[in-house]
Nanobody
Framework: QLQLVESGGGLVQPGGSLRLSCAAS????????IGWFRQAPGKEREGVSC????????YYVDSVKGRFTISRDNTKNTVYLQMASLKPDDTGVYYC??????????????WGQGTQVTVSS
C-alpha cells in the first residue's frame, strides 16, 4: 500500500522556522517527483515547492523563494520542507504528494493527510 505521511507542523511565531517531513511507505520516494502544497482557510490549494525524480531539480512558488528549502533523504525515504522566516500568510494545512513524472511537477497521484502550520504571535 502506497502511503505518504506528513509531520512537523505546529504553531510558530512570525520569523520562526519549522521543518516538515514527508515519509513514504510502500514505494521508493526517489523514484517519484514530490511536491509540497498548502491550503489556507477559504483559499484554494497552492503548490509551494517540488523536487523532481530524475535529477533532483527544485522549484518554489515566488512567495517562499529564499525562505523554504526542499530536500530529499533517500536513506530515510523522506522529503523535507525546511521553512524559515515564517509569516502569517504561510499558515495552512501542508500536504505532500507524489507524481510518477520524472521531470515535471505535475500529475500527482498520491497524497498525504496533511499537517497544520500556524504562524501567529
Amino acid at each position: 500500500q502506497l502511503q505518504l505521511v506528513e509531520s512537523g507542523g505546529g504553531l510558530v511565531q512570525p520569523g520562526g522556522s519549522l521543518r516538515l517531513s514527508c515519509a513514504a511507505s510502500g514505494f521508493t520516494l526517489d523514484a517519484y517527483t514530490i511536491g509540497w502544497f498548502r491550503q489556507a482557510p477559504g483559499k484554494e490549494r497552492e503548490g509551494v515547492s517540488c523536487i523532481t525524480s530524475r535529477d533532483g531539480s527544485t522549484y518554489y512558488v515566488d512567495s517562499v523563494k529564499g525562505r523554504f528549502t526542499i530536500s530529499r533523504d533517500n536513506t530515510k525515504n523522506t522529503v523535507y520542507l525546511q521553512m524559515a522566516s515564517l509569516k502569517p500568510d504561510d499558515t495552512g494545512v501542508y500536504y505532500c504528494a507524489a507524481s510518477a513524472q520524472k521531470f515535471m511537477c505535475t500529475d500527482y497521484g498520491y497524497w498525504g493527510q496533511g499537517t497544520q502550520v500556524t504562524v501567529s504571535s
